[in-house]
């Protein structure tokens, strides 16, 4: 019934490549064995996959520590125990000693209870970000995909130019229009950006449900529209949206970095995040590089694990590479 | 509604008023500027109460257009629907998509050939069953529930109130096609289409369903129209069929003329490629040969012409025209039985 997505031709535009990513996971609600039995099979296969177990594996550990990170910490990360240690000019950045084991960053504050308190900030940005993404793109998708006609036209038309634009790109120029940076607008921004994705998604997976066999056969039972689109269309088309909301936890992570190092995110750096701490360590590139080291590969190895687990998920379900 | 046994005996009474007439039924697919395809082209058929017709013929044939046609399921574009199909009076065909969604479940079914994707996946049985009688009897999800363990009992489904709460996955496609049928038939429609319903499962089971569906017609009387591909089906269970071929009927007849004395060569074709327990041991089926892909249009021959093997050159050259009525008709130049 669903058309599978041709593979991607050497030459496409940036846009033409992100719709084809899109459309490819959402045929895969729509493949034969439906919602279930889809989510069942690809866990039988996920279970022995080693890329998707580490990336897991990461993912979990780091929302644990991030959930008790506040009772792990050593020292209150606003507090600044070292400051007597900070020589602006001969030791900018005190070294590690004892009960401070990363040392501490140019105000005195404890490192590892920063980068520990840190995490949360990320965490909450990101799954933040996420979560305002999905229930937009939710609202949009389900319109366009239910409702069909010039609503689906204008939606659509509106999605494909927001995603011709780098979402880095245009979180950025989103983030910098508003006059006072904050968290939240870092979160609005990179909520905005990831809309369209979600939107898109959302839409073929409904269209793929409207043609489906379970939904003509409600259709001949005289059910009405609503409950068509709320009980038999939308539960259904929900399984790629969940595998895509992991890949763009993780594109949130990195973007919300991005602009807190740019300055865009939180201007309170009592409440740690790591973008910020990424930037603030810049000056002291030459002296104390791990100060920017640190926050640094937190941010990789997280975005890391979203990118495996979610890439192994879309893999899985994608019905192209099921044998 | 009680239909007596009587009524629904190999013989229908013909002097009932139909319940249902097609005619001149055409659907014609593609958007502008593409060459349209007449999937159905000028089907006229009735079905009376307590009647079963069966639209019989190949892949491709149209089958499934025309019982979507005449439920308002084809998809709002793309194609062009012409002619009348009158139940009970009114036009299917005219009503407005609020007004046949209020019929569809309650005066007309339909079920369908595959009863694992028919079914959600992700609502339980108890729930699909029930939301058809509180669509349209008003009843609440807990008076209706008691109402599907009653429904899937009568549909032969054992252990019924442990099903309430099982999801599609979880059941047989025996059962699953059963618990279809117990939705179709939860608000008791005057009219039930089946659109291949046996053809995804296995032989032993597809008796079984036949056989339900044969009990369940002729205890509510139901008036059923089964499509099929497959002339054993009809033989059980049809009173009259009508065979179809590229979009058109070309025979109609009660079931016992149309086995006993076909006249069209289709339906002779279709005929001698059923297997046969008496046939001699060894004996090939003689399928019909060529395909559909063959067809020539019907607007100048007989499109069956290119397989045909009583064709003659007339078969090429002009459209054989319905001889008939609406209870039996043939649409054949040198139809069999005629010296050639
Ligand atoms: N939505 C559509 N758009 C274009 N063509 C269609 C569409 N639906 C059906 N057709 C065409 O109409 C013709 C009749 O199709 P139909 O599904 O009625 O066949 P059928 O007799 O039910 O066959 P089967 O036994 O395979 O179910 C086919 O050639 C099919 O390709
Ligand atoms: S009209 Fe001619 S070609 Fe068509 S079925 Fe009859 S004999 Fe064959
Ligand atoms: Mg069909």
Redesign the interface.
Same mark, same amino acid.
């Given at each position: 019934m669903t058309p599978t997505p041709e593979l991607p031709p050497e030459r496409t535009t940036y846009a033409e490549r992100r719709s084809q990513r899109i459309d490819a996971l959402a045929s895969a609600s729509a493949a034969e064995e439906g919602g279930v039995s889809l989510i069942k099979s690809a866990w039988r296969r996920l279970r022995r996959n080693p890329v998707f177990l580490v990336g897991l594996a990461i993912t979990v550990a780091f929302i644990a520590l991030a959930l008790v990170a506040p009772w792990l910490a050593p020292w209150d990360p606003a507090a600044r125990p070292l400051l007597d240690d900070v020589r602006p000019q001969s030791n900018p950045v005190p070294g590690p000693e004892a009960g401070h084991p990363l040392g501490a960053d140019d105000k005195g504050r404890d490192l590892l209870s920063r980068l520990l308190v840190g995490s949360q900030q990320t965490l909450l940005v990101g799954v933040l970000a996420t979560f305002f993404g999905l229930l937009g793109g939710l609202v949009l998708g389900t319109l366009a995909g239910a409702v069909g006609g010039w609503i689906d036209s204008l939606v659509m038309r509106i999605v494909d130019v927001m995603l011709s634009i780098p979402s880095l790109l245009l979180a950025f120029t989103l983030a910098a229009l508003a006059t006072r940076p904050s968290q939240w607008t870092l979160i609005i921004a990179i909520a905005t950006v990831q809309v369209p994705i979600f939107a898109r998604l959302l839409r073929g997976s409904m269209l793929a449900q409207r043609a489906s066999d379970h939904v003509l056969a409600a259709r001949s039972l005289g059910v009405k529209q609503r409950a068509i689109v709320f009980r038999h269309m939308l539960p259904n088309a929900l399984g790629p949206v969940i595998v895509q909301a992991t890949l763009v936890l993780a594109v949130a992570i990195i973007d919300a970095a991005a602009l807190s190092f740019l300055g865009l995110g939180n201007p309170d750096d009592r409440r740690p995040e790591w973008g910020q701490m990424l930037g603030k360590a810049q000056p002291f590139l030459g002296e104390a590089p791990h100060l920017a080291f640190y926050p640094a590969a937190c941010i990789i190895v997280v975005a890391l694990g979203f990118t495996l687990m979610g890439e192994s998920l879309r893999e899985a379900l994608d019905p192209k590479t099921r044998r | 509604m009680s239909t007596p046994m009587s009524t629904h005996a190999v013989h229908p009474v013909h002097s009932s008023e139909p319940l249902l007439s097609v005619r001149d039924l055409r659907v014609t697919f593609g958007r502008r500027g593409e060459q349209p395809f007449k999937a159905v082209d000028g089907i006229s058929f009735d079905v009376r109460p307590g009647q079963t017709v069966g639209l019989v013929g190949e892949s491709g044939c149209g089958k499934s257009v025309t019982s979507l046609a005449i439920?308002g399921?084809l998809p709002t574009r793309g194609n062009t629907v012409e002619g009348s199909a009158v139940f009970d009076g009114e036009d299917l065909l005219r009503l407005s998509p609020g007004q046949m969604?209020?019929?569809?479940?309650?005066e007309i &079914?339909?079920i369908?050939q595959?009863p694992?994707?028919?079914?959600?996946?992700?609502?339980q049985i108890g729930r699909q069953v029930t939301?058809?009688m509180e669509?349209?009897q008003g009843l609440s999800r807990k008076e209706a529930m008691p109402k599907a363990a009653e429904l899937l009992e009568r549909v032969g489904i054992p252990d019924p109130k442990a099903r309430l709460v099982n999801?599609?996955?979880q059941l047989s496609g025996g059962m699953r096609q059963r618990a279809?049928i117990a939705? &179709?038939l939860a608000c008791k429609p005057r009219l039930l289409i089946a659109d291949e319903p046996t053809t995804a499962l296995d032989v032993t089971i597809q008796a079984q369903i036949l056989a339900l569906l044969k009990e369940l017609v002729v205890e509510t009387g139901t008036a059923l129209v089964m499509i099929t591909h497959d002339l054993g089906v009809v033989a059980g269970l049809c009173d009259e069929v009508n065979v179809l071929y590229g979009g058109r009927i070309v025979e109609r007849g009660d079931r016992h003329t149309l086995f006993s004395r076909p006249r069209h060569p289709y339906t002779v074709g279709l005929l001698n490629s059923i297997p046969r327990l008496d046939a001699p041991r060894g004996e090939a089926l003689s399928p019909i040969p060529g395909s559909v892909a063959d067809n020539l249009p019907w607007d100048s021959a007989c499109a069956f012409a290119p397989r045909c093997p009583n064709a003659l050159d007339v078969c090429v050259q002009q459209t054989p025209e319905w001889e008939g009525d609406d209870v039996v008709g043939l649409r054949c130049f040198n139809p069999m039985g005629v010296s050639r």
């Open positions: - | 439920m399921l969604r209020d019929r569809r479940g309650r &079914a339909m369908f595959d694992l994707s028919s079914l959600n996946p992700v609502v939301e058809v669509r349209h999801y599609p996955h279809l939705m &179709a």
